[in-house]
């Protein structure tokens, strides 16, 4: 049961992130957003995230071999940390390169509200993969606290993917005030640039570690 629901969650993530991250990258090319670029590298490391997630799942429910007589459980693992490291190398590494790149060579934000409706599209889909998750750990943490789960869960999947979900809609609450103030008049003349401020508070932010408190 705790299978199933894992694997549920980790899918409805990865067909959300895949759609996500088309819809990004094509905004990000019409409008220029820094923001916008490093959410949509952010949703093709989720993707990976969750493929590897799934790999790790059906790897673990191999039988017992004489090799490994008490299966191949813990290899879930490993996955977990190989999610890990993804998400923080190339999701948050890659914003804050971004935005100091953006930072350093400014550039005008065009058509900005193509971004804010890709990225009110993103958070809808978010959403919905967080709901998932959410309903599916509710089935299986037998009313602990939502900390003692994350922290207690045999099984990495639902753990990773609630902190991955949580932290990727706070990512794009930050890219999106990112974009509505490079939009506003009064910072159309400033030097600094809030889409790129905004990629590299995401690169701190949540949604750059959360598989790797859960790995370690």
């Not at 990865?14 to 670029?37: P, Q, R």
């Not at 490994?68 to 940390?81: K, Q, W």
């Not at 639902?158 to 990727?168: M, Q, R, T």
Request: glycine residues 6%.
């Amino acid at each position: 049961m705790a299978a199933e629901g894992s694997t549920k969650a980790v899918v409805t993530a990865l067909a959300a992130n895949l759609g996500i991250a088309i819809s990004k990258f094509v905004a990000a090319a019409i409008t220029g957003s820094a923001s916008m670029l490093a959410e949509g590298v952010h949703s093709v490391a989720d993707s990976t995230n969750q493929a590897l997630l799934l790999v790790g799942g059906k790897r673990a429910r191999r039988a017992p071999s004489a090799l490994h007589p008490f299966g191949y459980a813990r290899e879930r693992y490993i996955y977990a940390f190989l999610v890990a490291i993804i998400l923080f190398t190339l999701g948050g590494l890659y914003a804050l390169y971004e935005s100091w790149h953006k930072i350093s060579h400014r550039q005008e934000l065009s058509s900005p509200l193509i971004a804010v409706i890709v990225l009110l599209i993103a958070m809808a889909l978010e959403g919905y993969a967080l709901r998932t998750a959410v309903a599916e750990a509710n089935r299986i943490r037998n009313g602990q606290s939502w900390v003692a789960f994350v922290r207690r869960a045999r099984a990495p999947a639902l753990p990773v993917i609630l902190l991955e979900d949580a932290g990727a809609l706070l990512g794009l609450v930050l890219a999106l005030l990112g974009v509505g103030s490079a939009s506003s008049p009064a910072t159309a003349s400033s030097t600094a640039s809030p889409p790129a401020a905004s990629a590299c508070c995401w690169s701190v932010s949540p949604s750059s570690w959360p598989s790797r408190s859960r790995a370690c």
